[in-house]
């Protein structure tokens, strides 16, 4: 299964679960967390979640590459699978605390924007490639700007796969609240949740809405703007093709 949930006493851990591709997120998979975060919604005892990836070499790249979602012919419609594979997309307002091993980039923010914080392990890296196959970073941006300095997220949207933030970088910026050693991300976010899940239920959720509430309304705006933005500005499919397998075919650990 390529999205695994398990519970461990009054947190639950989703674990990205396929390795072989980095994590990336396919069709299947998108579906997965879609119904993975309404059985968590559903179930009054978890009180907390633990989001991470499969391996050390990434927590996700993303969409996977060889997913294919027909588009409408309008600028202004956007069918994007991403849309749908957040906590908060799914009216989850149980804390999430994301674990991130390896890289990070692209579609990953979608999930990692909607966590209430992030624990990296020290060989934690985050990029966003989109510029560098033609494609505009727009939700990813949006996300990111809500974590991070402004400079900071156009540097990292801008410069696409030729520079990669360290965790303790992220760390600096903001965007990382924790940086343990190696193999230590998971185990530090599992503690944070355990302590998070032993407050009064009502009183956490309410802070998380809370907090949530103090970004929606520039977030709203933004998004609103984000499907003519990509629709207008990115490359058409064969030359982000030609763009991708000349730069490799894949994102690769440096």
């Known amino acids: 299964m390529s999205v695994r949930l398990e519970r461990r006493g009054a947190v639950a851990v989703v674990t990205l679960d396929r390795p072989h591709r980095l994590n990336a997120i396919d069709l299947a998979m998108a579906e997965r967390l879609t119904a ?26 993303g969409i996977d590459r ?19 594979i957040g906590p908060k997309a799914n009216d989850l307002w149980k804390p999430v605390v994301a674990a991130v091993a390896g890289m990070a980039c692209g579609g990953a923010f979608y999930l990692l924007g909607e966590a209430e914080f992030i624990v990296a392990d020290e060989h934690a890296t985050f990029f966003d490639p989109h510029t560098s196959y033609g494609m505009v970073s727009a939700y990813e941006s949006i996300a990111m700007a809500q974590r991070m300095p402004f400079g900071e997220v156009a540097r990292m949207a801008l410069m696409g796969t030729a520079e990669r933030i360290s965790a303790q970088r992220a760390h ?36 998380v809405r809370a907090i949530w509430a103090a970004r929606e309304a520039a977030r709203a705006q933004a998004m609103a703007q ?29």
């Open 36 to 61: 993975v975060w309404r059985e968590i919604r559903a179930d009054a005892a978890i009180r907390a979640v633990v989001l991470t990836g499969a391996g050390d070499r990434a927590f996700s790249t």
């Open 66 to 84: 060889t997913a294919r979602v027909p588009q409408p012919p309008s600028p202004y419609s956007l069918d994007d699978p991403l849309l749908a």
């Open 172 to 207: 600096q910026t903001g965007l990382v609240s924790e940086v343990t050693p190696a193999g230590g991300a998971l185990p530090a976010a599992l503690d944070a949740a355990r302590v998070i899940s032993g407050h009064p239920t009502e009183a956490v959720q309410g802070t």
């Open 226 to 254: 984000a499907p003519a933005l990509i629709a207008l500005g990115s490359a058409p499919p064969q030359r982000q093709a030609e763009l991708f397998t000349a730069r490799g075919g894949e994102f690769r650990v440096r």
